[in-house]
């Protein structure tokens, strides 16, 4: 028994037509539907960037700035790696404005005083005549010293405790350091009856890592406190050492040194802790020092001796 079937090829093709119209009907309402969507598709998944703005928009018109960190609510893990960069430079801007906002109230509370010293005694030197004209003037110029000085010293403080990216470190030489602060402070020194003097071995490397302008401040304002504080006729020595761990220099002088229990607080911005009618000062000179140490990865101490002061900075060698 032979079984044929037949079709004709114009069905074959009418066929074909049929499948490829509905194939063509059917992406294209795909299409359309996909056209349709995108754009709720996209303001959904864009809903945490939007998040991200509106919290920085809602700080726009405040009196003080707020660089505390954004309320963005949960993030996708996309975003957190934003978010948590836009929370560290908010931080770091918050650092730099509250150095400036302090740098500012210091500058003003501590120029205060010795402004109306000037006022009072420029208008007595007005009034005055003859030895009272003469002890007006010589007022008016111990309080101009005092002023350059607190100025000088606010500005290192501000140096010293500026944040951002520090300059490359390079190899500083505390002996040349030391030579160079001696011999700006010499004539101090000998107006005030004060020994000057440098030790230690000068055949030793006694060269470290950091910036020689902060070093040239530490060593000039510990140098400075031995002079200023001391008894006529004392000595201050600066003491290089240089052992396999550290390299150190310490500021030694034979005044009246600094009881135990307050010499931390000795570092704090403003603290005086001279006896009564000791050298007036900034109360500056070691919050400078520690400022400038913290930068130079440096540690500052005081070293026992058993009268007088020591003041030692530290750095310490990097593990080869």
């Not at 037949?6 to 359309?32: S, W």
């Not at 660089?67 to 770091?92: K, V």
């Not at 420029?122 to 003859?130: I, T």
């Not at 002023?147 to 990216?165: I, M, P, S, W």
Request: net charge neutral; proline share 5%.
């Amino acid at each position: 028994m032979i079984v044929q079937i037949a079709e004709t090829l114009d069905n074959r093709g009418a066929l074909t037509r049929r499948l490829m119209l509905a194939l063509l009907i059917g992406e294209c309402v795909l299409v359309g539907a996909a056209a349709l969507l995108i754009r709720p598709a996209l303001g959904w998944s864009l809903r945490p960037l939007a998040r991200l703005r509106g919290a920085v928009e809602a700080r726009d018109g405040r009196a003080r700035p707020d660089f505390s960190p954004l309320d963005t609510g949960p993030l996708p893990s996309e975003l957190r790696p934003l978010a948590g960069a836009f929370d560290r430079l908010l931080a770091q801007l918050d650092t730099a404005t509250v150095g400036v906002r302090r740098f500012t109230a210091d500058a003003s509370h501590q120029m205060r005083t010795p402004l109306s010293v000037l006022k009072v005694q420029v208008a007595l030197a007005r009034r005055g005549s003859g030895p009272e004209r003469s002890v007006a003037l010589d007022e008016i110029a111990d309080a101009v010293v005092r002023l350059e000085r607190l100025v000088t010293q606010l500005l290192a403080l501000a140096r010293a405790e500026e944040a951002g990216v520090s300059a490359p470190l390079e190899a500083v030489d505390l002996r040349e350091v030391a030579v160079a602060v001696i011999t700006r402070q010499i004539n101090r020194a000998i107006e005030a009856g004060i020994d000057l003097t440098i030790e230690g071995d000068s055949e030793v490397s006694h060269v470290v890592p950091g910036h020689r302008t902060l070093i040239f401040e530490i060593v000039s304002n510990l140098i400075d406190n031995g002079i200023r504080y001391n008894r006529r006729g004392g000595t201050v020595s600066v003491r290089l050492q240089t052992t396999p761990l550290e390299t150190t220099i310490a500021v030694v002088d034979d005044g009246p040194g600094i009881p135990i229990d307050q010499r931390e607080m000795a570092f704090d911005r403003f603290v005086r802790l001279g006896a009564p009618g000791s050298p007036e000062g900034s109360g500056l000179g070691l919050a400078i020092v520690r400022s400038a140490a913290t930068r130079l990865n440096a540690t500052v101490a005081f070293g026992e001796v058993t009268s007088g002061t020591s003041v030692i900075l530290r750095f310490f060698h990097a593990n080869e």
